[in-house]
């Protein structure tokens, strides 16, 4: 068997290193000197290694200051690729919503097979795989700080990229959401106006990290500054009975009459250990959801909830990513949401 040149060696094996993410974009190769020596070769040599992976697009020399790792060049208009991403937060969740049923139809109409993972295939995927195999990709983040090294990554080299559900601070991509401080809103007018005025919000994740999360609290803000009412704030990082009995007993220490919760999860989990409690739903305290799963038409009592339109959502998800790869211009969307009034609330 022949034996490859030693430049190519050379430039085979910084290659490996940065297809591997181990020499990320941004990062500096060795000098010349510094590789010539590692490999006990020329500068001659060392420096014909650093041209091959700047024709290939994966290095750019700057004059003065040295060679970086760089956005590959495409080898493909992503407009020819007809398979798309859907990354979700966790494998098998159910109960975010059915974005599938907008998503999907619109862009099978347009050519595109659409590949659903769950956010660990982002960082077992190398993101030139990523470019290389899929058009674009709708991204529903865990959190507001889900996978930033990645999505940088991505946004420097200008790949298609929606967000779903969430926005993120720092970066370019359009999003889709729903109308969250108008779900918050609602809940908390429609407290208020049956009589109660010591109500709560609820939370698992922290505010500040978590948009949804952050305009659903900043719509109930806005309903009780506007009847000039004092606001109380529930919040529980585990979700084991200890905890929400825990929060049950904050509730009936500061007199709070009702609830509004992140998300109806929460709310049902709320309303099963006040039950325990020997709390009456919604006779002692009042509670809303948020996100009308499945579920809350079935517990007892029915769990008030805001709706979100997840179909509509999907489906303006789709067409924006549609819209990107075509490069063109695309805005945000927020969706309206809706009140759904059933027995927790009660009817004060």
């Given at each position: 068997m022949v034996k490859k040149p030693l430049y190519q060696q050379i430039s085979e094996r910084l290659e490996s290193q940065i297809m591997s993410g181990e020499l990320p974009v941004g990062a500096q190769l060795p000098t010349e000197f510094a590789l010539s020596e590692a490999?006990?070769?020329?500068?001659?040599?060392?420096?014909?290694?650093?041209?091959?992976?700047e024709n290939k697009g994966l290095v750019?020399?700057?004059?003065?200051?040295?060679t970086f790792v760089t956005a590959r060049k495409a080898t493909k208009n992503t407009s020819s690729i007809k398979q798309v991403l859907f990354i979700l937060p966790f494998p098998g969740q159910n109960d975010l919503g059915n974005f599938a049923a907008g998503l999907l139809p619109f862009l099978a109409e347009k050519g595109y097979h659409v590949h659903i993972q769950d956010e660990s295939f982002l960082t077992q995927t190398h993101f030139f795989q990523l470019i290389e195999q899929y058009a674009g990709m709708i991204y529903y983040p865990e959190t507001g700080n889900s996978n930033l090294?990645?999505?940088?990554?991505?946004?420097?080299?200008?790949?298609?990229?929606?967000?779903?559900?969430?926005?993120?601070?720092?970066?370019?991509?359009p999003y889709v959401t729903a109308d969250n401080f108008s779900g918050g809103l609602?809940?908390?007018?429609?407290?208020?106006?049956?009589?109660?005025?010591?109500?709560?919000?609820?939370?698992?994740?922290?505010?500040s990290i978590t948009s949804t999360v952050r305009e659903r609290y900043m719509g109930y803000l806005r309903a009780l500054f506007e009847a000039g009412v004092s606001f109380h704030s529930l919040e529980t990082t585990a979700h084991e009975e200890e905890a929400?009995?825990?929060?049950?007993k904050k509730c009936v220490g500061e007199g709070v009459t009702a609830v509004v919760a992140e998300n109806d999860l929460m709310a049902i989990q709320f309303m099963k250990q006040a039950k325990n409690s020997g709390i009456r739903i919604p006779e002692d305290l009042a509670?809303?959801?948020?996100?009308n799963i499945q579920a809350a038409e079935f517990v007892e009592p029915s769990l008030t909830t805001i709706s979100q339109d997840f179909?509509?959502?999907?489906?303006?998800?789709?067409?924006?990513l549609q819209k990107r790869i075509q490069k063109k211009d695309v805005e945000n969307a927020v969706i309206p949401v809706s009140l759904i009034e059933r027995e927790s609330s009660g009817t004060r």
């Open positions: 490999y006990k070769t020329s500068r001659i040599t060392s420096k014909r290694a650093v041209s091959e992976l750019e020399r700057i004059r003065g200051k040295g090294d990645i999505l940088y990554q991505l946004q420097f080299q200008n790949f298609p990229v929606v967000l779903l559900d969430k926005k993120m601070e720092g970066f370019n991509f609602l809940a908390t007018r429609l407290l208020l106006a049956k009589g109660h005025t010591k109500i709560a919000f609820l939370n698992s994740r922290t505010i929400y009995a825990s929060v049950v509670v809303i959801g948020f996100d179909e509509a959502m999907g489906r303006a998800a789709a067409i924006s």
